[in-house]
């Protein structure tokens, strides 16, 4: 299906939505993408749910007749952001999408509870455009669903054969109900879930991980009532095989599916319903919906044991969470306990209060190397130049503590003058391109009559910690062969990553010889620990209101495209080459193995990086031949998240497989990879990538 066409719409609704407030045009964008946008219902369908053009029906548009722009930036402060992307590799910006509401509260009470809310709030303010516009875009989205009902209503029509007259008056049913009212069974509580899925990308004219909560919590009670009302396993089967394949089928593949977790008292929360997702996801095998799998220090052994599973691993599922960790991330990031005791896991990694936040994923893309180089070179980048003022006095390196302290400060300020940039973008996004719709579903916005932009309860931004691995070798190298070798000087280090190391083989082999993060080397580890304490207090520091700043080690593959862009740095790293890949060691420890890889990376708080910090292990297929091997695997998942860590993810790797698919794609059209965060069909990324890919796969040592 063809859905991505909002530039087509604008273009065709242009002069009449011109005239309006920002916040009317963008519900009125809604309603009419809503309205003209082709349903289909499909002969094997439980729930409705298909709809866009047929590819190649229709093109998107290229050209984008622009609205009316409100600035809300100075031209000082784009001037600033500019040279800091330019000259520091520092992006800042705003992200749609990657958002989780609160499923459970639409499932339980429908539209109508949101509706009747922005009623209360339009008696005191009748004129407000943003509630007005909010009531529009609910209103819209109910209306879709009876569009759909229609649709399915006539396709019975023209059906003589009984079952599949009587499927179709199901959904029919279902769609005269949801989501406008609650869900009276486990059937419309499953289509309801999907229309909500289905209808927030539209209002964020984006499906970037968008994501559906505890799915085995808020279903529960309709899968328990289905049973008792005589329904059967293998038909709630049925129903969540049509929307596993809908999840599949429109989005980037990074939304997240919550199984498991605990209660407030500490009892696991795994259920029938869980386990039944379960077979269903290895059943359906596909790279959607992420299987976001939290484990508890009561999680079922027979459970755990079902999802060390080759072919779960192979598509790169589940991916592992220590329920533990993710609630004290929440809390030292300033959610209640209570809130934090039913926190979601949100897109590929970030945790998130469900309905009552807004995440702002990649707000923040930071170049970690950059306090580094302002420190040892008098507040000036190696490459290039910059125009920026910093307060922090430049001060002669003569011990590797003052070579910290310089780095603390730089990195501080950096954060700084990144969160003024982010909140004067937040608001200028909020006052030209807001979201009635998703707005109207995040618990603040209502009362504070403002986008979700600013006016959620909670709004995080994730900084993302481009190359913080290694820096964190870049200073240990220096701590050895400049402070305690003295073998090196400040400027042959500096002489090495301006010449990108030619000329410079000696240092650039003693460089690589030095102790490393990966290596689960005690200095090393402190090291880390030390620079993760640095960034959380520079981020918390800029945190204020309901505006939270959240470091991330997160990269996804933005590692290998981030790299190719930057210049060398000082751990050796050539120009071009990727940076670390999430929180896993550098590409230059040729030597790792996993026992060492969490160790390390559980030596440091990971509870203050709620932005997200996973860890990827690949495992060869030999690790699941025996009980035993599968064993050693449950054993380090369950070690890791034990010792503090938050998120785990795995994969299995064919080498032989990738290549094949390389060289012969039309042949393997649904073989599936472990992309970062979240898994694609290998013959989706471009034909760079899948080299890139497949070059990064062999460089790992595969532990037998």
């Known amino acids: 299906m063809f859905y991505y066409v909002f530039p087509n719409m604008i273009n065709k609704y242009h002069d009449e939505l011109e005239a309006q407030s920002p916040f009317m045009r963008q519900a009125m964008l809604f309603r009419h993408y809503t309205e003209d946008i082709p349903l289909t219902v499909r002969d094997t369908d439980c729930i409705a749910g298909w709809y866009g053009y047929e590819d190649g029906t229709m093109r998107t548009d290229t050209q984008v007749k622009p609205f009316t722009h409100v600035a809300v930036m100075s031209d000082t402060q784009w001037q600033m952001r500019n040279l800091m992307t330019n000259d520091m590799k520092i992006m800042t910006g705003f992200n749609v999408a990657h958002t989780c509401i609160d499923y459970g509260k639409v499932v339980q009470y429908g539209l109508t509870y949101y509706i009747e809310a922005v009623d209360a709030a339009l008696t005191e303010h009748p004129e407000d455009e943003c509630l007005l516009a909010m009531k529009l875009s609910l209103e819209a989205a109910c209306r879709y669903a009876l569009r759909f009902a229609g649709v399915v209503q006539e396709k019975a029509k023209g059906t003589t ?140 052994e027979d459970i755990f044991d079902s999802l060390i599973d080759f072919d779960l691993f192979k598509i790169g599922q589940p991916t592992f969470y220590g329920e533990l960790s993710c609630r004290r991330a929440m809390t030292d990031r300033g959610v209640n306990p209570e809130e934090a005791c039913a926190f979601s896991i949100n897109s590929c990694m970030g945790l ?19 306090p580094l180089e302002l420190a040892i070179n008098h507040g000036k980048p190696l490459n290039g130049h910059t125009d920026i003022k910093f307060e922090t006095a430049p001060e002669d390196i003569t011990d590797f503590e003052s070579l910290m302290r310089q780095f603390g400060s730089y990195y501080a300020e950096l954060i700084a003058l990144c969160a003024d940039m982010h909140e004067a973008i937040s608001y200028e996004h909020a006052a030209n391109l807001p979201d009635p719709f998703l707005s109207a579903l995040i618990d603040g916005c209502i009362q504070k009559r403002q986008d979700r932009a600013t006016g959620a309860a909670y709004n995080t931004v994730t900084v993302e910690n481009m190359g913080l ?198 042949d393997y059209p649904n073989v599936i990879v472990r992309k970062g965060g979240y898994s694609v069909r290998f013959n989706e990324m471009n034909y760079n990538m899948q080299e890139e890919f497949i070059e990064q796969a062999s460089r790992l040592e595969l532990c037998r």
Request: hydrophobic fraction near 40%; aromatic fraction near 10%; charge should be negative.
């Open 469 to 666: 691995v290694n820096t964190c070798d870049a200073l240990m190298a220096i701590k050895e062969l400049v402070f305690d070798q003295r073998k090196y000087t400040l400027d042959d280090f500096k002489a090495a990553a301006v010449n990108n190391y030619e000329g410079f083989e000696a240092l650039y082999w003693d460089i690589l010889a030095c102790k490393k993060y990966g290596m689960n080397d005690p200095e090393a580890n402190a090291l880390f620990k030390r620079m993760g304490n640095i960034v959380s207090a520079a981020c918390k520091k800029v945190s204020s209101g309901n505006r939270y700043y959240l470091p991330s080690l997160h990269t996804i593959e933005a590692n290998i495209q981030y790299g190719g862009e930057l210049y060398a740095t000082l751990d050796g790293r050539k120009q071009g080459e990727p940076v670390n890949k999430n929180a896993n060691p550098s590409l230059l420890l040729q030597k790792r193995d996993h026992t060492s890889t969490i160790l390390s990376a559980a030596a440091w708080d990971q509870t203050e990086f709620s932005g997200g910090q996973p860890i990827d292990l690949y495992f060869d297929r030999s690790w699941f031949e025996s009980a035993e091997s599968r064993g050693k695997i449950k054993a380090l998942v369950r070690t890791y998240l034990q010792l503090g860590g938050l998120q785990f993810q795995v994969n299995s790797i064919d080498l032989e497989l990738l290549k094949k698919a390389h060289e012969k794609p039309q």
């Open 161 to 300: 054969d009984p079952k599949q007259k009587a499927r179709l008056e199901k959904i029919y049913s279902a769609l005269c109900c949801v989501p406008r009212l609650g869900a009276r069974s486990f059937h419309e509580a499953v289509q309801s879930v999907w229309m909500m899925h289905s209808l927030i990308p539209m209002a964020e004219m984006s499906w970037a991980s968008i994501s559906i909560g505890r799915i085995d919590q808020y279903l529960y009670p309709f899968y328990q009532k289905h049973l008792a009302d005589g329904g059967s396993v293998d038909e709630a089967r049925e129903i969540l095989k049509n929307l596993f394949l809908l999840l599949d089928s429109y989005g980037d593949g990074a939304c997240a599916m919550n199984i498991g977790g605990m209660d407030a008292e500490g009892k696991d929360m795994m259920n029938d319903l869980s386990k039944l997702l379960i077979e269903v996801e290895k059943e359906m095998s596909l790279r959607a919906p992420i299987f976001a799998v939290r484990i508890t220090p009561e999680t079922p």
């Open 352 to 370: 998130v209060v469900a309905g009552r936040e807004f995440a702002d994923m990649w707000g923040v893309k930071f170049n970690a190397h950059m």
